[in-house]
């Protein structure tokens, strides 16, 4: 055996354990010369998989990883839903509040032609007894359910909004900032469902928004009415969440406690 064969025998190329360094070190041009045309495109070819496959494999591990849930103790996940909830719900109550203080039309006008919630096909309990007899399960997928379907109503009152004058630079901030609390909100309830039910991977489909043509209206007395009421859904839909986790932390706390 040659010199040259040796040591490329004695030079181990393990490219299942992902040493793309080979790619960059002197030893390829080396390798490359003792081998004929047809040996070289096959080489090259095994180098580029195996480079791809490292790729892939370093990438699927920076992805979020699902068990990572069953390191966070379930009162923290509920804890921290909580204060979220509660958060979006006062936010989401000053944004009300500040478009009435701001277009203060006629309350009547505003009930005369009110519009259905984004939520409305979306049944829910009607008192505190009909939630606390809900199952955990059902109560964390019907909040999940709830914000899921504020997503797009959501985009649409940020993006409307800069058609109201008088709207203020924190009015805009505080719709950003809601925005960006749901989409918190909706992490960590998912990794509670996962807790509650191990199988549970089926949050629902979105609740269809019929009312968005009459929020995109030219007219200014159809948008602004519009407008208010999707403030007013919000913010009974946000006061229902926040209640709703507050019984299902009281539960799943005083359950494991017994």
Not at 163 to 172: D, E, G, T
Request: aromatic content about 10%; proline content about 3%.
């Amino acid at each position: 055996m040659s010199v040259n064969a040796s040591k490329v025998q004695n030079h181990h190329l393990n490219l299942d354990q992902g040493q793309t360094d080979l790619l960059h070190s002197n030893m390829l041009p080396f390798l490359i010369t003792t081998m004929n045309a047809k040996a070289i495109g096959s080489f090259l070819m095994l180098l580029l998989m195996s480079s791809l496959l490292l790729w892939k494999n370093v990438t699927s591990q920076s992805n979020y990883n699902k068990s990572t849930d069953y390191h966070i103790p379930m009162p923290t996940l509920l804890n921290h839903a909580n204060i979220l909830s509660n958060n979006i719900y006062i936010l989401s109550s000053e944004l009300y509040k500040e478009f009435i203080t701001l277009y203060s039309m006629d309350r009547d006008l505003y009930f005369k032609y009110m519009k259905s919630c984004p939520t409305a096909s979306i049944t829910t309990p009607l008192n505190k007894r009909q939630t606390l007899k809900m199952k955990e399960q059902d109560l964390i997928h019907l909040v999940i359910h709830l914000m899921l379907s504020w997503e797009d109503p959501m985009s649409h009152l940020k993006a409307q909004a800069v058609r109201l004058p008088k709207i203020s630079l924190n009015f805009m901030q505080k719709a950003e900032l809601i925005q960006q609390k749901i989409q918190q909100l909706l992490e960590w309830l998912k990794m509670i469902a996962r807790q509650v039910d191990f199988q549970f991977k089926d949050y629902g489909e979105r609740a269809l928004w019929t009312e968005l043509p009459f929020l995109l209206s030219t007219d200014e007395k159809v948008f602004r009415i519009t407008f208010y009421n999707l403030c007013c859904c919000l913010r009974r839909d946000t006061f229902k969440v926040d209640t709703f986790l507050r019984v299902l932390n009281y539960r799943i706390t005083q359950y494991r406690q017994s």
